[in-house]
């Protein structure tokens, strides 16, 4: 790829101003707004589609509650766009894993679960109920944690640009959140989660897991 295609393809991506998300201990937050573990708002507990590898339903890691203007994004097709990741899977197939929400909204669908070897190790699949705050910084410390909303992402390995399956669209990066053990965030072995949303059909989100 040229230069030119590269920059153009980086500002595809680069489609949400960057912010610095913070984990928040606080147990009195409210539950419906921007959180991670817990339970997702508005869909059941049989509402998480089941990994297609691994045959485990997939886990809920949080949620973004998309009323909030300082997100910077176009209205999603439910109020909630709920990051989810299979801890069996998500790390070996180098690639994404791709769902919608129904048509109900009250359950999510697998759309591509990509094959690959399912890991027998106890990677968390639940994890503390804790408020994500949208700060207004625009850079993490240097030192991280690196929980990110919008910009480009801080990949770990390779960069990977996931496209939409239902529309062929490239999909925009929402958000990246570093593992952060002391508050009982983790993803796979110190790994990040990144998300990706396609804005041109608004309903599928993509996830990955990536460790250094
Ligand atoms: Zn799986
Ligand atoms: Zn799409």
Redesign the pocket.
């Known amino acids: 790829m040229d230069d030119i295609g590269s920059t153009r393809s980086r500002a595809a991506l680069s489609g949400i101003e960057q912010r610095v998300l913070a984990v928040r201990d606080d147990s009195l937050f409210d539950r419906e707004s921007h959180h991670i573990g817990g339970s997702p708002s508005g869909i059941g507990p049989r509402g998480l589609p089941v ?1 297609t ?2 045959h ?1 339903p997939l886990a809920f890691a949080l949620q973004i509650d998309t009323h909030d203007s300082r997100l910077g994004i176009q209205p999603w097709t439910t109020r909630h766009l709920y990051v989810l990741t ?1 801890p ?2 998500d790390t070996q197939t180098c690639d994404h894993t791709h769902y919608a929400s129904s048509r109900s909204g009250r359950s999510l669908r697998l759309v591509r ?1 990509p094959a690959g070897h ?1 890991i027998d190790a106890e990677h968390p699949r639940t994890w503390p109920e804790l408020r994500l705050e949208i700060l207004e910084d625009a850079e993490p410390a240097f030192d991280g944690p690196f929980h990110q909303w919008g910009g480009d992402p801080i990949w770990l390995g390779d960069a990977l640009e996931p496209s939409c399956t239902s529309c062929r669209s490239p999909m925009t990066f929402v958000l990246q959140i570093d593992s952060e053990p002391e508050n009982g965030v983790l993803f796979a072995d110190h790994g990040m989660l990144y998300a990706f949303a396609c804005f041109r059909c608004h309903q599928e989100v993509a996830t990955i897991v990536q460790t250094a």
Do not use: A, K
Request: proline content about 0%; overall charge positive.
């Open positions: 990994c590898n691994c485990r299979c069996s899977c679960q399912v």
